[in-house]
């Protein structure tokens, strides 16, 4: 890429980013406009949910990576329903919710207490977050209970991800598709349908991954720009849950996929990234500046606070109260990872591996060209745990869905360096 190219390419994607900005939150005052009373009545509904479950049921106890965010998804309750008492542009970017148990946050018993008419609690902000989910969650629950939206978020999820598989059946056949399935399974697919907290980065991984099978983006000149838009949509819908799972997995896809030589697979990699961090830093930084200069309220300083807090090594004791060193970090989300069905799952693929290389006479000749390409995207999990110590250490038992992406590209290069003696595509 010359340098009048890489100064177009940065243009363009400042200037969608400015766009994606301005679009936010006209997107979200928008939304904030629709009335509550009806939304009200469908949080009613929902309250046998939590009432049952609790804010951190697991629905397979003792296996970790089984819990649901119950208490996050309250939260996204409580923020949905709230009467506004401002102007839907400020009310946008305050994102308010009530709370009534002044020193310790209960999000299920507040949106109860909130749900049956109780005013008498004090007003939280939430600004330091896009709240995107909202776009649909405030207008679903004009119709829909929770558990009404559970079963279409389940039903969703799974015709994109039989999709995508199908597309990677048809580019790559199992070469492709089986690492993928892999990948998704480490997202444990049934906790990301029953969890609305999950459910943001499970949606952009797939469309992701949809993009660019559809388009083949990999080798295009314009492909850096699904990366930009997959960052963006991750500041503006996600929380802080496992980012890194999209973009790692993207980048995973399009190193197993280009036909361009090893340098450029790598600068595309690289350029990939950037602009993944971009769309992410900058749309969140976005946020934090339009909040601040709306609402009037130092949003910036309290989001860096948080910022600087959920990297750092020291966990208090509410938390935990242990170090967050990274072998500390790697240790909690490995664990969450290795469970049972995992190691049955490991053992069948080993023992397939080992009939192909014994009975077919297959071989490995890994593919050089996207060896450095698939190591980046291996690595994107480890460099997350790493910038987010105590988050990744405090929520292991959800950031630990970061590691799909280290799985995908491990056991894609796997696959696609597994050569037989008749086909060497499947």
């Not at 542009?89 to 049956?116: C, H, I, W």
């Not at 996207?370 to 997350?384: D, G, K, N, R, T």
Request: proline share 3%; net charge positive; charged share 15%.
């Amino acid at each position: 890429m010359t340098r009048k190219s890489f100064g177009k390419a940065g243009l363009k994607c400042f200037v969608c980013l400015l766009l994606s900005v301005l679009a936010g939150i006209l997107l979200m005052t928008c939304v904030y406009i629709l009335p509550t009373g009806r939304m009200l009545t469908q949080a009613d509904r929902s309250l046998p949910i939590f009432e049952n479950e609790g804010t951190s049921f697991c629905w397979a106890p003792e296996e970790k990576s089984a819990r649901l965010d119950g208490y996050t998804d309250a939260i996204m309750m409580q923020i949905a329903v709230y009467i506004r008492d401002a102007d839907p542009l400020k009310a946008a970017m305050q994102n308010d919710r009530m709370e009534f148990t002044e020193g310790k946050l209960d999000p299920a018993g507040s949106l109860k207490q909130y749900v049956y008419g109780d005013r008498s609690g004090y007003v939280v902000d939430y600004a330091r977050y896009w709240h995107g989910y909202l776009l649909f969650l405030k207008p679903l629950l004009l119709f829909f209970s929770l558990s009404d939206i559970r079963m279409m978020n389940a039903a969703l999820q799974l015709i994109l991800a039989a999709g995508v598989l199908l597309l990677a059946f048809r580019k790559r056949g199992l070469r492709l598709a089986l690492p993928m399935g892999l990948a998704l399974l480490v997202l444990n697919p049934v906790s990301t349908a029953l969890s609305m907290q999950f459910s943001s980065i499970y949606y952009l991984t797939l469309l992701g991954l949809l993009i660019m099978l559809l388009t083949e983006s990999w080798d295009r000149s314009w492909g850096y720009l699904v990366f930009l838009f997959l960052g963006i949509g991750t500041a503006f819908f996600d929380f802080l849950t496992y980012p890194a799972c999209a973009v790692g997995t993207c980048l995973a896809l399009q190193a197993l996929m280009s036909r361009a030589d090893g340098k450029t697979r790598l600068l595309k990699t690289v350029g990939s990234g950037a602009a993944w961090a971009f769309g992410y830093g900058g749309m969140w930084s976005g946020k934090w500046l339009a909040a601040s200069l709306i609402t009037g309220n130092s949003v910036m300083r309290d989001a860096v606070e948080q910022a600087q807090y959920r990297s750092g090594g020291e966990v208090t004791a509410a938390e935990g109260g242990v170090n967050a060193t990274f072998g500390a970090v790697l240790g909690r989300n490995l664990g969450v990872l290795a469970n049972p069905a995992a190691a049955i799952l490991v053992l069948a693929l080993l023992g397939l591996l080992v009939w192909l290389l014994v009975t077919k006479r297959c071989r490995f000749a890994l593919e050089r060209a996207s060896l450095l390409s698939l190591a980046i995207a291996f690595a994107v999990p480890f460099v997350w745990y790493f910038l987010l110590r105590n988050h990744s250490l405090v929520h292991c038992w959800m950031t630990y869905r970061n590691l799909s992406a280290a799985v995908f590209a491990l056991s894609g290069g796997l696959c696609f360096g597994l050569k037989g003696n008749g086909s060497p595509e499947n």
